[in-house]
């Protein structure tokens, strides 16, 4: 099945009260194992790409050969899409460019007046050549690529500036954060979250940081509007854990345990059963 624009399953994803995922890639390992349990599951899946990351896989041309190639070959029917995460407005031009299906414009850190241009000005692109696009008011907590930001809010009149703009998906600031939380964090804020989704009515919210929430919350977010949930930390925690373990147990010198084939394998298992984790966490499996 081709790359589609994330509008449609986001669309279901609200009306039916779940979430659909998307999961950073870094390499080929990760997209592949994406893929396979998306398609194991049965369940709609979004590719994110950061620009650092689109710029370690060589650029996005590369990424976009090697996703729709692994469609094919791998004989995958769910709907994916292939998204910008967090792009600039050169970036998100590099990849309607390049092929992307849906492109992330991160203005947030522009005042309100110039997020809301660029935003038009991208929104009537994607509009012309089908792509979706996602917009962002009021900064996510974390490091993202290097732009660090302490978990704001967002506030909702923003938002439905930016949401009546026609964007597919809106990512609004609730007290959430990139990475690893830290002991002291105060949680999402819900209220924020309900006064967002009473402005912006059926736009699917996006969950940045899904990394470290409690389930709880999750699923108290999702009944809030969230349509779209981010996670990348936690595949390369797990990834990167699984990898440890053979490396430790000498698995690496033993036979041909050296071959990249063998030594990331455990890694990219690791990667699959935190995908599964997710999906069923946010209830897309089975609504491809």
Request: glycine share 12%; charged share 25%; proline share 3%.
């Amino acid at each position: 099945m081709p790359l589609v624009n994330a509008k449609e399953m986001l669309t279901k994803a609200k009306a039916g009260h779940y979430a659909v995922g998307q999961f950073n890639i870094n390499n080929l390992e990760w997209t592949k194992s994406i893929l396979l349990t998306a398609e194991e599951l049965k369940s709609p899946v979004i590719l994110g790409v950061s620009e650092g990351a689109g710029k370690y896989m060589c650029g996005y041309k590369t990424v976009v050969g090697m996703v729709n190639g692994m469609l094919e070959e791998l004989n995958i029917t769910v709907p994916v899409a292939l998204h910008l995460d967090h792009g600039s407005y050169e970036g998100a031009l590099a990849c309607i460019e390049a092929g992307f299906s849906s492109v992330m414009f991160d203005g947030s850190h522009y005042p309100i007046d110039e997020n809301v241009a660029k935003t038009t000005e991208l929104v009537n692109i994607c509009n012309e050549k089908g792509l979706s696009i996602e917009a962002e008011v009021g900064s996510i907590g974390g490091e993202e690529d290097g732009v660090v930001g302490a978990g704001e809010c967002a506030d909702p009149d923003e938002c439905k500036r930016i949401a009546d703009l026609g964007v597919t998906m809106l990512a609004a600031g609730i007290g959430n954060i990139h990475g690893k939380y830290p002991e002291n964090w105060a949680g999402l804020s819900f209220e924020t979250l309900d006064a967002v989704q009473q402005k912006t009515g059926d736009m699917p919210l996006v969950l940045h940081g899904g990394t470290g929430i409690p389930a709880d919350m999750i699923k108290k977010a999702i009944s809030l509007g969230v349509s779209k949930i981010n996670v990348n930390t936690e595949c390369q925690l797990s990834f990167a854990e699984a990898t440890r373990k053979y490396i430790e147990e000498g698995k690496d010198l033993q036979g041909k345990g050296f071959d990249p084939r063998k030594l990331l394998a455990p890694g990219a298992e690791a990667i699959k059963a935190t995908v599964k984790e997710k999906m069923e966490l946010f209830g897309s499996v089975g609504k491809a």
